[in-house]
């Protein structure tokens, strides 16, 4: 009997069927493949099934290699592809192209890029203390001697002899990375005979003798038993609320070292790179090399070792990592923790599938009959309604941890200052006093503007003209340091002009403010502060992220400006104010969410202040001082904004009661583009009816040089969303085939952010 099987290739079309030569061997679901695929094109392609149906096209290509010696997907993981590109409605190509590093997956115009690449896992350098030196007396002559003369040797064999589990001799294997001397000091020790490396493979420590675990407060240890207790009733689901510093990352610990003694894999999932050196260093101090990260950040290559590495092991992995990790092979998942669950950069929103890691997690867990944490201190209110709800367990952490106490919070009126002649620049008098307050007690503050570069638009006084992108419907951004405009949408550059180019009578001046101005005015203020900017225009690379984080936590710098990227997780003990310089943008954004937003972020930025003891101070400028948002983050209120949010989503029936599609249309041609928008949205109103909203103007409607337009369809929680995915679907291919609308591209948003 003739065997076929389909094939997922990494394209945006459904499976396709190919023959399986006898030969072949071994061809089963989750198999690697190379397909020959058009005329002189090979591909990477996933064996999905194997059967006995031959397909009705005439010429069907048999499949030309087996790659690698063993499935690249467990069962599992193919159960989470089709999950996600049916819930999000992509093909499984498209999900391939998402999930497998790129090197795992070559293309070629002929069979010599399909070399077997050989992904070997890493190998490490690790030293070991001389076994001469176990000895405590004869190991102590020789500190003695280093002491005294050669200091730096002396500290890096202590910082050997000390590292092993519980502190004692021997102190077993320690990796290179783990220890801070230098290459050259190292070297001198080893050629002493006090020291000696070797080089292998990194080894993944078992069992949980080894994990130093922190003990817990009341606080903590009551609220992990609470978790324990309804993961244990059958929850596979729960929430930890834990307020800034509360210590949720303790309780993390303890929960994966129980599922790692236990010989099962835990997945802890990270919003966004930054943070994630922190955290796996963290993880590190604890869990030492059982910790695998997973970012952006590897090389391609260095993923692919790691998938192989993961896709070959018996279990007990710990995988730290960014949304792409929940693609990794984990054979025996059991825990899947999402910290920060309320995060937008957990939802990919271009290029297909646009696919959120937090509900996949859950959806995940499910699929391996384990569990999932979500961790916040300002969950999203879907989260926040399926705990209330008591679809999901939770457990709260209500204080800070040991004596750090909350900050206090001040709103300062922008409006008013401005009437006494408060204000200076872009700054009320009350927050430059509590600034200089702060300098003179050598204390640090952070200050927050969620904008980048000097002034979001330029304009010229006379006559009102604003510099715009020539390819995008949006103002251009003056950036200072360049001396130049640049388009925040498509990258789009240009000098400032000399003179306004309409009127040609006077200069165009900047308007509004960015981090960078903000910089310039405090360090015009307070010309003797340190002063250091983190936003997208300083951080070029992780090695500027890290000087710059570095240096404030250093204290080398007293003043640090910044868009979102300070407000993530970092613990600076030296921080005593934070400002927030203009929480009237936030709150008026044209979005939904905009309320519930500015809300996390404006409690995420009071969180940097005062992590210790001492407290700290945290100013808001708004003039909108009585808006019910600000009000709710003084008071630090999350269940009161909770409540008033849900109450306008109810009403006007929004998440978490109403899913969202956003289908986005695209044409260089605004007619055609607006012709089709309203083709398809009236197609899709006689399915549909009321559900569907628009044509709509999106906020931006041109960008790189193509009209967009917007339909939004809102299908309520109680309807089946399978069902309304299913009908928009077949309209959206019959609409494809419609011959006038065949060049507009229709980008469908499954839950959008
Ligand atoms: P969160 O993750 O809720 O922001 P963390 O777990 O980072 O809080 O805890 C905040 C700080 O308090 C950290 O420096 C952490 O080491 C410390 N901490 C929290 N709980 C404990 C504990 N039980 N023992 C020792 N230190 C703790
Ligand atoms: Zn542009
Ligand atoms: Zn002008």
Same mark, same amino acid.
């Given at each position: 009997?003739?065997?076929?099987?389909?094939?997922?290739?990494?394209?945006?079309?459904?499976?396709?069927?190919?023959?399986?030569?006898?030969?072949?061997?071994?061809?089963?679901?989750?198999?690697?493949?190379?397909?020959?695929?058009?005329?002189?094109?090979?591909?990477?392609?996933?064996?999905?099934?194997?059967?006995?149906?031959?397909?009705?096209?005439?010429?069907?290509?048999?499949?030309?290699?087996?790659?690698?010696?063993?499935?690249?997907?467990?069962?599992?993981?193919?159960?989470?592809?089709?999950?996600?590109?049916?819930?999000?409605?992509?093909?499984?190509?498209?999900?391939?192209?998402?999930?497998?590093?790129?090197?795992?997956?070559?293309?070629?115009?002929?069979?010599?890029?399909?070399?077997?690449?050989?992904?070997?896992?890493?190998?490490?350098?690790?030293?070991?203390?001389?076994?001469?030196?176990?000895?405590?007396?004869?190991?102590?002559?020789?500190?003695?001697?280093?002491?005294?003369?050669?200091?730096?040797?002396?500290?890096?064999?202590?910082?050997?002899?000390?590292?092993?589990?519980?502190?004692?001799?021997?102190?077993?294997?320690?990796?290179?990375?783990?220890?801070?001397?230098?290459?050259?000091?190292?070297?001198?020790?080893?050629?002493?005979?006090?020291?000696?490396?070797?080089?292998?493979?990194?080894?993944?420590?078992?069992?949980?003798?080894?994990?130093?675990?922190?003990?817990?407060?009341?606080?903590?240890?009551?609220?992990?038993?609470?978790?324990?207790?309804?993961?244990?009733?059958?929850?596979?689901?729960?929430?930890?609320?834990?307020?800034?510093?509360?210590?949720?990352?303790?309780?993390?610990?303890?929960?994966?070292?129980?599922?790692?003694?236990?010989?099962?894999?835990?997945?802890?999932?990270?919003?966004?790179?930054?943070?994630?050196?922190?955290?796996?260093?963290?993880?590190?101090?604890?869990?030492?090399?059982?910790?695998?990260?997973?970012?952006?950040?590897?090389?391609?290559?260095?993923?692919?070792?790691?998938?192989?590495?993961?896709?070959?092991?018996?279990?007990?992995?710990?995988?730290?990592?960014?949304?792409?990790?929940?693609?990794?092979?984990?054979?025996?998942?059991?825990?899947?923790?999402?910290?920060?669950?309320?995060?937008?950069?957990?939802?990919?929103?271009?290029?297909?599938?646009?696919?959120?890691?937090?509900?996949?997690?859950?959806?995940?867990?499910?699929?391996?009959?384990?569990?999932?944490?979500?961790?916040?201190?300002?969950?999203?209110?879907?989260?926040?309604?399926?705990?209330?709800?008591?679809?999901?367990? #939770? =457990?709260?952490? !209500?204080?800070?941890? /040991?004596? @750090? %106490?909350?900050?206090?919070? &001040?709103?300062?009126? $922008?409006?008013?200052?401005?009437?006494?002649?408060?204000?200076?620049?872009?700054?009320?008098?009350?927050?430059?006093?509590?600034?200089?307050?702060?300098?003179?007690?050598?204390?640090?503050?952070?200050?927050?503007?969620?904008?980048?570069?000097?002034?979001?638009?330029?304009?010229?006084?006379?006559?009102?003209?604003?510099?715009?992108?020539?390819?995008?419907?949006?103002?251009?951004?003056?950036?200072?340091?360049?001396?130049?405009?640049?388009?925040?949408?498509?990258?789009?550059?240009?000098?400032?002009?000399?003179?306004?180019?309409?009127?040609?009578?006077?200069?165009?001046?900047?308007?509004?403010?960015?981090?960078?101005?903000?910089?310039?005015?405090?360090?015009?203020?307070?010309?003797?502060?340190?002063?250091?900017?983190?936003?997208?225009?300083?951080?070029?690379?992780? #090695? =500027?992220?890290? !000087?710059?984080?570095? /240096?404030? @936590? %250093?204290?080398?710098?007293? &003043?640090?400006?910044? $868009?979102?990227?300070?407000?993530?997780?970092?613990?600076?003990?030296?921080?005593?104010?934070?400002?927030?310089?203009?929480?009237?943008?936030?709150?008026?954004?044209?979005?939904?969410?905009?309320?519930?937003?500015?809300?996390?972020?404006?409690?995420?930025?009071?969180?940097?202040?005062?992590?210790?003891?001492?407290?700290?101070?945290?100013?808001?400028?708004?003039?909108?001082?009585?808006?019910?948002?600000?009000?709710?983050?003084?008071?630090?209120?999350?269940?009161?904004?909770?409540?008033?949010?849900?109450?306008?989503?109810?009403?006007?029936?929004?998440?978490?009661?109403?899913?969202?599609?956003?289908?986005?249309?695209?044409?260089?041609?605004?007619?055609?583009?607006?012709?089709?928008?309203?083709?398809?949205?009236?197609?899709?109103?006689?399915?549909?009816?009321?559900?569907?909203?628009?044509?709509?103007?999106?906020?931006?409607?041109?960008?790189?040089?193509?009209?967009?337009?917007?339909?939004?369809?809102?299908?309520?929680?109680?309807?089946?969303?399978?069902?309304?995915?299913?009908?928009?679907?077949?309209?959206?291919?019959?609409?494809?085939?419609?011959?006038?609308?065949?060049?507009?591209?229709?980008?469908?948003?499954?839950?959008?952010?």
């Amino acid at each position: 009997m003739e065997r076929y099987a389909d094939i997922v290739l990494p394209l945006a079309q459904p499976v396709y069927t190919f023959s399986v030569p006898e030969e072949l061997g071994e061809v089963a679901p989750g198999r690697a493949v190379a397909v020959q695929f058009g005329a002189r094109k090979f591909y990477t392609g996933i064996v999905w099934r194997v059967h006995e149906r031959r397909p009705d096209f005439k010429r069907i290509k048999p499949l030309q290699r087996l790659l690698y010696d063993r499935p690249l997907l467990t069962a599992e993981q193919m159960a989470l592809w089709e999950w996600v590109a049916s819930y999000y409605m992509c093909s499984l190509g498209e999900v391939m192209r998402a999930a497998l590093p790129s090197l795992m997956k070559p293309s070629a115009d002929s069979f010599e890029g399909f070399a077997d690449e050989e992904f070997r896992p890493r190998t490490e350098t690790y030293f070991t203390l001389a076994p001469g030196l176990y000895d405590p007396d004869r190991l102590h002559e020789v500190f003695e001697k280093l002491q005294r003369r050669a200091p730096k040797q002396y500290e890096a064999l202590l910082e050997l002899a000390s590292a092993g589990p519980d502190g004692g001799l021997p102190p077993g294997e320690v990796p290179r990375r783990l220890l801070q001397a230098d290459r050259t000091v190292l070297h001198a020790l080893e050629r002493k005979g006090f020291m000696a490396a070797a080089e292998h493979e990194r080894t993944v420590e078992r069992g949980a003798a080894l994990f130093r675990l922190p003990v817990l407060s009341d606080h903590q240890r009551q609220a992990l038993e609470t978790l324990r207790g309804q993961f244990a009733g059958g929850k596979s689901a729960a929430l930890l609320h834990g307020v800034t510093s509360s210590g949720k990352t303790e309780l993390y610990i303890h929960l994966i070292a129980e599922v790692l003694a236990q010989g099962g894999d835990v997945l802890l999932l990270v919003p966004e790179i930054a943070l994630t050196a922190q955290l796996i260093e963290r993880m590190e101090r604890i869990f030492g090399s059982r910790v695998t990260p997973y970012h952006s950040r590897l090389t391609d290559r260095q993923r692919s070792e790691t998938y192989f590495r993961l896709n070959r092991s018996q279990g007990g992995e710990f995988v730290v990592g960014v949304r792409s990790s929940i693609f990794l092979p984990m054979r025996r998942l059991q825990l899947v923790i999402v910290d920060e669950e309320h995060d937008a950069s957990y939802k990919q929103s271009d290029p297909a599938p646009r696919y959120h890691a937090r509900d996949c997690a859950v959806v995940m867990a499910r699929i391996f009959g384990g569990r999932t944490l979500l961790g916040s201190a300002t969950p999203s209110l879907e989260t926040w309604v399926n705990a209330e709800g008591g679809k999901y367990g #939770r =457990a709260a952490l !209500a204080e800070r941890y /040991g004596d @750090a %106490r909350m900050p206090e919070i &001040i709103v300062s009126d $922008t409006l008013r200052a401005a009437r006494r002649g408060e204000r200076h620049a872009h700054f009320n008098k009350l927050l430059l006093d509590k600034l200089g307050e702060t300098l003179a007690r050598g204390e640090q503050a952070m200050l927050f503007q969620n904008r980048r570069g000097f002034s979001p638009y330029v304009e010229c006084t006379e006559c009102g003209w604003t510099a715009r992108c020539p390819d995008c419907n949006v103002t251009l951004t003056y950036h200072k340091a360049g001396g130049r405009l640049v388009c925040h949408y498509c990258g789009h550059a240009e000098p400032v002009p000399a003179k306004c180019p309409s009127c040609k009578i006077t200069d165009v001046v900047p308007m509004g403010f960015g981090t960078e101005k903000i910089e310039e005015e405090i360090a015009r203020i307070f010309p003797e502060a340190r002063v250091a900017r983190l936003d997208r225009d300083t951080v070029t690379s992780e #090695r =500027a992220f890290n !000087a710059i984080v570095a /240096g404030f @936590a %250093r204290r080398e710098t007293d &003043i640090l400006v910044g $868009t979102q990227m300070i407000t993530k997780g970092f613990d600076f003990e030296g921080v005593a104010l934070v400002g927030i310089l203009n929480a009237d943008n936030m709150l008026n954004n044209p979005d939904f969410r905009a309320g519930e937003r500015a809300f996390q972020l404006m409690m995420q930025v009071a969180g940097r202040a005062g992590r210790r003891a001492q407290g700290g101070e945290v100013v808001i400028q708004t003039s909108e001082p009585g808006n019910p948002v600000v009000r709710q983050v003084v008071a630090g209120d999350f269940e009161a904004m909770a409540r008033t949010q849900l109450a306008d989503r109810q009403a006007f029936f929004y998440p978490p009661y109403a899913r969202l599609i956003s289908l986005l249309l695209r044409h260089r041609d605004p007619q055609l583009l607006h012709a089709a928008a309203a083709e398809l949205a009236a197609r899709l109103r006689r399915r549909f009816g009321r559900r569907l909203l628009g044509p709509l103007v999106p906020p931006v409607d041109r960008i790189r040089g193509e009209y967009l337009a917007g339909l939004l369809l809102k299908i309520e929680s109680g309807a089946s969303s399978s069902r309304a995915r299913e009908l928009l679907a077949a309209e959206l291919q019959d609409f494809a085939q419609t011959p006038r609308f065949k060049s507009v591209a229709v980008v469908v948003n499954v839950d959008p952010q």
